[in-house]
């Protein structure tokens, strides 16, 4: 089959892989369907991960094609959508809904890789999810980004306890910010703020349920946060970047007493400990257990409630997606999907 392997940083190659193989009574193997580019995966491609000959994707959507004898819930033949973290669904912390710390986490790109034409998925019964029938092909975005960018923002919105009666303000207008938009809008809050520079992702925000736009970065932005709640900051905000920047940007539009949630992967964030101390927040985030919320994002995707395909603004075939990759660490595109 063919796949796409990150030899080292910017270099992005689609070769030749072998077939992927029941290995374990629990697996199931998928042919896929879609994939995408996440914003992750530029982490190793500007070499602030490690890669070397690294198996590249971790959000996927597909048709199951062979289970492992052991598998029960999904069948030969289902259309499922997949969590970009592999849990049993099971285990003490999964039933508690932290399904991205299930004691069998595995990120789905170590080892398996998803932008290609099949994976293997180990614990399927928990990580993959059965849509009601097969998809219309309109419907194929959509149900590609609940397996990760829109479970990450409507982790991040809920982890901000985003509501009714609630002001949101959402740090990054990636995919993942847009998403939680999305998620703010959907669980009912009063006042949502995108905080963008760029017109067409502002547009899109303003779609998906942002009432308003700051522009403003760092201080200026909490103080521009600050001035649309009437000095208090948001009661609820979600960091969907994972910078120095952007994070202390978030902590500071925070209220007293108010709801953090962070899902940008913050790799070199240094949080001073008395600035948090005395903000007076609650903090909650980390990987999205995803595989908690599919089965509610998927029947609001069926139902054509939402539609977070549109986060997609350029589409590529599999064989082109080094020019994804480049096109999204350029910023000519906010997410890329990758067709099969």
């Known amino acids: 089959m063919r796949g796409v ?14 077939d992927p193989k029941i290995i374990e009574p629990t697996d199931a193997i998928v042919k896929l369907s879609a994939t995408c580019i996440c914003g992750s995966d530029l982490w190793p ?7 070397d000959h690294t198996l590249m994707g971790h959000e996927y959507v597909g048709v199951v094609e062979e289970i492992g004898s052991e598998v029960k819930n999904v069948r030969v033949g289902d259309f499922v959508v997949g969590s970009f973290v592999i849990s049993d669904n099971t285990c ?12 069998h ?23 993959l999810v059965a849509t009601p029938g097969r998809p219309d092909p309109e419907l194929i975005p959509a149900l590609l980004a609940a397996s990760d960018v829109l479970g990450t923002g409507w982790y991040a919105a809920v982890a901000a306890e985003a509501g009714p009666g609630k002001t949101v303000a959402v740090v990054g207008d990636g995919a993942v910010g847009l998403m939680a938009v999305l998620a703010a809008k959907q669980l009912g809050a009063e006042r949502i703020i995108a905080m963008s520079r760029h017109p067409e992702r502002q547009k899109l925000a303003r ?15 909490v103080e521009r946060i600050k001035e649309l709640t009437d000095g208090l900051g948001a009661h609820s905000v979600v960091e969907a970047v994972g910078t120095q920047e952007s994070f202390m940007q978030a902590v500071g539009a925070t209220r007293g007493g108010g709801h953090l949630g962070y899902v940008g992967v913050n790799y070199d964030v240094r949080i001073p400990g ?10 909650l985030g980390g990987p999205a257990p995803v ?13 054509k409630k939402i539609d977070p395909g549109k986060v997609f603004d350029l589409t590529l075939p599999l064989e082109q997606a080094p020019e994804g990759y480049k096109a999204m660490d350029e910023r000519r595109a906010t997410k890329v999907l990758l067709t099969l």
């Open 207 to 221: 779609y998906y349920g942002a009432t308003d736009i700051v522009e403003e970065r760092g201080e200026a932005g």
């Open 45 to 51: 491609y500007r070499g602030v991960e490690p890669a």
């Open 5 to 18: 392997v990150m030899y080292t940083a910017g270099d992005v190659r689609v070769e030749e892989r072998e």
């Open 105 to 127: 986490a595995e990120f789905v790109h170590a080892g398996i890789g998803t932008q290609a034409e099949k994976a293997r998925i180990p614990y399927a019964d928990g990580t």
């Open 291 to 303: 595989r908690r919320f599919l089965p509610e994002l998927i029947q609001l995707i069926w139902d």
């Open 274 to 283: 008395i600035q948090l101390f005395f903000a007076g927040i609650h903090t």
């Open 92 to 103: 003490e912390i999964c039933r508690a809904g932290f399904q991205s710390k299930c004691v």
